[in-house]
């Protein structure tokens, strides 16, 4: 499987980005779907996920701003950023596998996933 991330850039906070994340390979649309992020100096923490019924999960420092979503016939998960803070500086990452019964546990699903892109940066100014 593999993944390809995009939609990085730079804006001022308050501004808003689409990260799309597609996969190809033998990933399925039953899998679950997730991004996650890591700024420097911190640990990766898990942003959204969406699992394969469409069911999602947000780390509470974003409910509200971002949304998850994916796209099963292209087999893309998309995270769009609202309302960007400069603390959402990071690099993001999506992830994907079966990951269950985990799926929508953030503070487990990274553990599970076995299938990573290599990123895309996301810079917000203040």
């Known amino acids: 499987v593999q993944l390809v991330e995009s939609g990085g850039g730079s804006v001022q906070a308050g501004g808003s980005l689409r990260l799309s994340c597609a996969a190809s390979?033998?990933?399925?649309?039953?899998?679950?779907m997730g991004w996650f992020r890591q700024a420097p100096g911190k640990e990766r923490e898990g942003v959204a996920v969406i699992g394969s019924d469409g069911e999602t999960t947000y780390a509470d420092s974003v409910k509200g701003r971002f949304t998850i979503s994916k796209d099963n016939d292209k087999i893309t998960v998309y995270l769009q950023m609202n309302s960007l803070k400069p603390e959402d500086t990071a690099m993001y990452y999506c992830?994907?596998?079966?990951?269950?019964?985990?799926?929508?546990?953030?503070?487990?699903?990274?553990?599970?996933?076995?299938?990573w892109g290599k990123g895309t940066l996301v810079t917000i100014s203040s």
């Open positions: 390979g033998v990933a399925s649309s039953r899998y679950c």
């Open positions: 992830a994907t596998d079966f990951a269950y019964p985990a799926c929508l546990d953030l503070r487990r699903v990274a553990y599970y996933m076995n299938y």
